[in-house]
C-alpha cells in the first residue's frame, strides 16, 4: 500500500525521529552519536477524556499490549507525521492492486 499526500510536500526529517527515536521503534534508527545524548525529562500533563475516548484508549492499549501512556505517546507521535504529510487532513492510499481512496483526517 502507498501513501500519497494530497499536496506534494514531504514531512520534515525531525518528524519521522520522532517514531524512529522511541524505545521499541522498528525504524531505522539514528545517529550513534545523537543516541548517547540524553533524553528530555518527562512532560507531566492531565487530560479529560469523554467516556467514548477513555474506552477507546483502553481498547488502544490492551490491543497493542500497551500502557495507556505508551499509547498516548504513540497516538500524539503519529498524529504529528500525519499532520506534517497531510497538513489538510487529505490524503491518497494506492491499494497493491492500484485502486485509489480518498482519506479524511478528522
Given at each position: 500500500m502507498t501513501i500519497e499526500p494530497r499536496r506534494p510536500n514531504q514531512a520534515p526529517q525531525s518528524v519521522y525521529r520522532?517514531?524512529?527515536?522511541?524505545p521499541?521503534?522498528?525504524?531505522?534508527?539514528?545517529?550513534?552519536?545523537a543516541e548517547q545524548t540524553p533524553r528530555?525529562?518527562?512532560?507531566r500533563i492531565t487530560v479529560n477524556l469523554t467516556g467514548p475516548?477513555?474506552?477507546a484508549l483502553a481498547a488502544l492499549a490492551s490491543g497493542q499490549?500497551?500502557?495507556k501512556t505508551d499509547s498516548v505517546?504513540?497516538?500524539l507521535q503519529v498524529a504529528a507525521i500525519l499532520h506534517a504529510i497531510a497538513p489538510d487532513g487529505h490524503l491518497t492510499v494506492v491499494l497493491p492492486d492500484g485502486t485509489k481512496r480518498e482519506i479524511h483526517i478528522v
Open positions: 520522532l517514531l524512529r527515536s522511541g521499541g521503534s522498528t525504524g531505522p534508527k539514528s545517529d550513534p552519536a528530555p525529562p518527562l512532560v475516548a477513555d474506552r499490549g500497551l500502557s505517546n504513540r497516538a
